[in-house]
């Protein structure tokens, strides 16, 4: 199939598919949703704190809040992309489109590229939240702030080609979704143990607690390369150091990291083939 | 138990000092009428040309290292559970840690050094007894029964080649306000002269004391005769005709350590390797280690913060991007200090070889080090960019309110203006900091000649209370939903109104 075919077919996928996206009020529930779950992390961590201690030194506390919400719309975009890609398989709709002028480069990067455009809208929508709550509270909104939002993109980037991976690889939707829920739940899960280790460094530990932390340490080392949140958590990192390098870095490992995911997603399609 | 530890070896340093001055001062006190031992020693001082160690030196230069304090077994822990003794050429390490010099040991067991980038650290190559601690996990040298500089020259290699070869040379580390406070360390001659200097101050002193007692001694002397007359005569004596009695000398508040000699390190950040040439000109074995210089990730100044309305839950802020929150109208202090950010395994390790397990697992973290205060800079405050107010260091002190009831004031320090603050120490210093809870600023610090300090910036804003507008914010993408599915609903009617 030649370029200019597969570009029109991933244009046409993704304005059908976005279109779809914004029509339906799914996206729109789940955004208030997290927002509401964010706003209320925000009202018992930062604020109540800062009161209860009158002078407070914090690193921007929309920070968490926004980390929740861009790390819970990304899963929920990976999530949906897994799902879509199983549901196109088991209702047989992938099988016809491929009898059209679909393959599975233009058919990967149509949901690649769809889930992307939601996200720019989800983007939207947190900045317009984030603004207006910094604005009632005045905890500021830096250009910190907007570095981590345009960062979430990359973040995004990985969670969906993720979840594209996932459901390419397994054949039934059940799979894909309760594999990709389980995968980043693992990650999350894993990455705010290592953190709290991580934080407790300077205090006496038992030797059972130092073992702990050296087995948490170590798989880290493997684990950062292959979960998503990593890659964004070291952008947030670069963030406040100020280190645009690091930054830099952070999208561009992002971005190998999507495009490594896509291709073996790809190379599964062919290889599997997109028969039920 | 490591603060126990420390605390102990502190208190028996300063016992030590405290004893040993205080036998002396006696035995120089006692020793007055003792002429005949005078003459001694001023015939050998006379013959000889040099002046026996008064016991205040022998005191100071029977002082252990660093090192030593820290890694000593004790004799409980040398008489407990029958640990096994090792014979082994250690390397002692004395690793600068922004604050002070610390003191651990490399056993033959460890085979990587960490040592701060560009700041002098002292090293030696000895032999000693070295036992594994299974309690504390650690290793202990028995340095009091066995210790001996294993002679030679330091050799600093990298990437195989010899890039300096070190002699040992003498260092003191000098105390300017006592031991626990600013400690400095010294080289070569100046170590000498400093130590020198303290030395004869530390000298004189004592010889000040036994000039007091033995005026005292006569200032209470002529008193009783004072007293004996009047209760005889009943007669008062003139004010003017009572003696004065004598001013007790003042110590010296800093302190020096007698010099010694070893390896004094001072390397750009790097990975080497080291060894002892002995001097028949071969390797000393087990002295080849890998010698892991680090340098900081970042630098800036850190902030201590010491809010007034609980002056005794004081804060640290070191990272630039930390914001300071207020709720409605506060008064703090800042006491600033220089801070840089290390790699928190290397930094712990630095200081810890003899602990195998100290800041393991901890490769991926990073910690701020206070480094020396700031003193010589002033506190602007910014609003909209325009500074608003400058702000000088002054010494604060905290006054428990008299009565049973709970509470303190912290007022200046100033015992000429204040007759309470006579004879007491200032609590703290720092920059006072007041600021209304309306509107946001920055702080920074700026040296005498305007240039602001890199790092020092902070933002401080005020919090408002936004009740339930945080709440209804998030609801805002909800109702754009409800109008696309609005919308979609009458658009949909139409369509099919058309259709029919």
Redesign the interface.
Known sequence: MSVGYRIHAIKVSTKREIRST??G?G???V??L???I???V??NS??RS??D?????????ITSPLFVSVGLAATYLGLCSSLSISRDRDLGTMEVLFYGPVDSISYVLGKYFHQLLAYLVILV?SL??FY??SL?????FSI?ILSIMFLSIFLTSCMVSFGILLSVSTRRVIVSVVLFLALVLFFLVFSMVHTW??SI??Q?LT?TM?????????A??FIKWISPVDYFLRGMSAV???DPGGYALSILSSLIYSLVLLSLSVGMFQRKGVRR | MRFSRYLAILISLVMAVALVGAAWAQEAESGQGEEPQQEVAGAESDGQGAEAPSPAQQMLESLPDITEIATQASQEQIGQGQPRLEEQVVYSVSPWNGREYKGTFAPRQVDTIYLMANEYSILNVQRTQVYFWPITNEYMADWFGLREEVPGTLEILRDGQVIDTLERTEYSYYFPSGIGREQRLYLGEEAVRVYEDYRNRLNAYYDAVSAYYEAHREWQRQMDEILREVQETGQYKDPSEIPEPPKQPTPPTDFAYSPRTAFAVNLPEGRYQVRLRGPDGEIVPDTTKTLEVFDSRRQGVGYLVIPEHKWTRSFQTNDPSDILYLDGRRVFYIVPHHAREFNFYQYVKMANLHKPLEGEGTRSVWTWAQFEPITQAKLQVLHNGEVIEEIALKPYYVRQTPGYALGYNIVEFDPENDPLLQGRSPTFEAYRVELEGDKSYQLRFVDDAGNVLIGSAREVRPIKSPGNAVYAIPLFPFAVGLVVFGWRRATARVGKGEEA
């Not at chain 1, 201690?53 to 506390?61: D, E, M, R």
């Not at chain 1, 009632?136 to 500021?140: A, D, E, Y």
């Not at chain 1, 130092?210 to 170590?218: A, E, F, K, Q, S």
């Open positions: 914004l029509y009020v996206i729109y529930v955004l208030a997290i927002f509401l964010s706003s209320y925000f009202v930062t604020l800062v009161a201690a009158g002078i407070q030194a914090l690193t921007n506390p929508f317009i939240n207006a709550i009632v509270t005045n905890v500021g910190d280790i991580m460094a300077g006496n030797p130092v073992y702990v932390r050296v087995i948490l340490d170590n880290n080392n406040f150091r100020q």
